[in-house]
């Protein structure tokens, strides 16, 4: 468990330092007036590529655009919000949970001052950010940011929405499944049948002896007898 954590916490901090572009490196002058369009197509490469499973350049882009829009727009902006959540969607689909968990709570952070606690982009960052906890096992937390996105969309869109619909599916599943506190699969107690005392095997005992000696009775009595020629008569 401990080497597992550890080698996820390296996993992210190297993630975390390989997604860092500086301005030079983007290659891009931003005192142009086409850099905002710039890197918003940088972004939309960026979730291509994701798509198609192409980390490599999917990563390369996405960094380049976080770089201009911070420059462009400012670290608290919608842009650059977007920018953290596609940051964290990515490292989800490269299997590094914490990074994205990381990066989904500073989109979050961004977004709740950028675009206000009831926006459309905020709830879809809480659904995620609720997606990952639940892969990393942590149900509890996992609800609450699932019902906060899912109360932000239906204010939004109205409780007939198809995705208000899936999500209070997903999370009634949740409710029903992951919140059931378990002490043996936690590994906390033992299965009822490993509890049984040494006493509980005596329970019977003089029943069970009382049928076996009847049973044998019963086949004495069923088999037939063997009787042998007497000694003194003559053949």
Known sequence: ???????????????????????????????????????????????????????????????KAACLQEEAFGQISPEYGEAMHLHGVLNQRMGLLVAALKYFREALRIKEKACGHVHESTSRTCIELGEVLVQLGQ????????????????????????VVKALKERWGNLMATELQYDPVKRGEELPHFARRSPES??????????????????????????VGPSRGASP
């Open 1 to 63: 468990g401990g080497s597992a954590a550890g080698g996820l916490a390296v996993a992210a901090t190297e993630s975390d330092r390989s997604d860092e572009l500086t301005l030079d490196q983007v290659g891009v002058d931003i005192r142009g007036f086409l850099v905002e369009v710039i890197a918003c197509s940088m972004q939309a490469l960026a979730a291509v590529h994701t798509d198609l499973e192409e980390f490599r350049q999917a990563k390369l882009y996405l960094a």
């Open 139 to 162: 149900a509890e937390d996992a609800g609450i940011y699932l019902l906060r996105g899912l109360n932000i969309r239906e204010t939004l869109f109205g409780p007939r929405d198809h």
């Open 201 to 226: 095997f005596l329970h019977g005992f003089d029943d069970r002896a009382a049928a076996r000696s009847l049973l044998r009775v019963e086949d004495s009595q069923s088999r037939p007898s063997k």
